[in-house]
């Protein structure tokens, strides 16, 4: 893939971590956050939310500099290669922690939230080819 179509891709990946960003607003609500943490000792309680929170600041950071900076991480130097390597292995653990570890069987089965699952899954698979990509265009590698 050429620098260009490569500066398009992080453009879309970028836009489309700020989409996902929005619509994860909604997780709390959709999954009882409150009701469920609620058991949960204060001092944890509050550490879930400020992990949550730094998760989706990241989340909407990496998204607005490849939306707003795709020619800057495709720049071939080794800041570029670092921050897009970086948000590989993000993606690349998520996708992996996505598959592997949660146990998703308490949210039931809808066609919606098949629907939205495969969703995710495949933006989580997107995204890490496209960091992978420009990770290997920033290395010399492509």
Known sequence: MDK????????????SQVALILGSLGIPH??????????????L????WVYSAYIWLTNLC?????????????DG??????????ILGYWLLRMVVQWLYFDISEIPMTRFN???RW???GLFTALTVVY???FAHNMGWM
């Open 4 to 15: 260009a179509h490569l500066e398009i891709a992080l453009q879309l990946a970028g836009w």
């Open 30 to 43: 959709v999954l009882g956050w409150r009701d469920k943490l609620g058991a949960l000792t204060t001092l």
């Open 77 to 86: 130097s080794p800041l570029a290669a670092c921050v897009t390597g970086f």
């Open 114 to 116: 098949a629907a939205a």
């Open 132 to 134: 992978g990509l420009c």
């Open 119 to 121: 969703l995710l899954e």
């Open 62 to 74: 990496f998204g607005l500099l490849s939306a707003l900076g795709a020619a800057l991480l495709l």
């Open 45 to 48: 309680r509050q550490m879930f």
